[in-house]
């Protein structure tokens, strides 16, 4: 979902100089075309900058100074992405989905995927050289889903990262229950910087609206190593979905790792049984180990990895 872009005429106030016996007041005015819940405002220039190096959406993760930071620094330490494309076969025996196959996928494969889904029946009377004949009859025992997950590591402080993961769906699944997003970071050191929602901060966005969480969240868990976050995918969801997680990161360590992993549940389940899981490097995707009476409810999806230093730009 692209953030409502709100344009607003503002006008910025300088603090007073005294010259002599006069007060002299310097005003200039800011036409803000962008603006977030965080105080983060930005005029259409600044806007167009910004998405050179990010999404939209990833707007709505940064407050004022973090971005300040970020975009002074940007030429020396770059945004650090790791992306995946990943493509689930899933058998539905009526009672519960079962994963039978997972992979990674490229990009072209992906798109190539999709193409062939949107194909009509009449593509294969004349209209196009791609037949879509039995891939319906395929589809009605054994489902296909694919998603595209991203971690991103920006730089917003002397000492601390931001960090994200998102995993937008390319086909939306069937099962809408609590999947769960987490990071492990690898520094013993690591501190999380969790003491208002600025630094932790979720959202799932579905169908043109959003559901945001924050520090206080119930659907968090929080760990030395790392912290996790379930969404219970919305029902009623026809025609998009994405999940984002956001958690800036503290540490002296350098240079510094973040494991991120998406788990998607294949089964109907409970917030609270969503979150009986550790933060381990033997769990799935290197970051989420569930209990075993709960693993079976989660696909498996393999992890994402970002490495940055804390001190480049300074």
């Known amino acids: ?41 930005l005029t259409n220039e600044e806007f167009v900058s910004a998405t050179q190096y990010m999404d939209p959406e990833e707007l709505e993760l940064f407050n004022q100074e973090e971005y300040d930071y970020f975009i002074r620094h940007v030429d020396e330490t770059p945004v650090i992405s790791d992306v995946k494309y990943v493509k689930t076969s899933v058998q539905d025996d009526g009672e519960k989905e079962q994963i039978i196959n997972e992979e990674y996928i490229s990009e072209g494969d992906m798109l ?26 395929r589809e009605d025992s054994v489902k296909t889903t694919m998603k595209k997950i991203d971690m991103r590591m920006y ?77 219970n995918i919305v029902d009623s969801v026809s025609r998009s979905l994405s999940m984002s997680f956001s958690v800036t990161f503290g540490s002296k360590a350098d240079p510094y790792t973040v494991y991120g992993s998406y788990q998607h549940s294949v089964d109907d389940i409970s917030l609270a049984k969503s979150k009986k899981y550790t933060i381990s490097a033997a769990g799935m995707g290197k970051v989420i180990k569930f209990k075993s009476s709960v693993a079976s409810s989660y696909d498996n999806t393999p992890g994402l990895v970002v490495t940055g230093s804390l001190y480049d730009g300074l």
């Open 1 to 41: 979902m692209t953030k409502t872009i709100k344009k607003i005429a503002a006008t910025v106030i300088a603090t007073a100089m005294v010259v002599g016996n006069m007060n002299v007041v310097k005003a200039s005015t800011k036409e803000v075309f962008y603006s977030n819940d965080l105080g983060l405002a």
């Open 112 to 137: 190539n995927e999709l193409n062939l889904r949107n194909k009509t029946m009449d593509s294969y009377y004349g209209k196009s050289q791609i037949s879509t004949y039995g891939l319906e009859d």
């Open 155 to 231: 730089n917003v402080g002397a000492s601390s990262k931001k960090v994200s993961l998102t995993c937008t769906w390319l086909s939306l699944p069937k099962t809408r229950s609590y999947d769960v997003i987490a990071f492990r970071t690898t520094a013993k050191t690591a501190i999380l910087d969790s003491n208002d929602t600025e630094n932790i901060l979720g959202f799932q966005y579905y169908d043109g609206k959003q559901i945001k969480y924050t520090y206080t969240s119930d659907n968090l868990k929080k760990s030395y190593h790392g912290i996790g976050l379930s969404m």
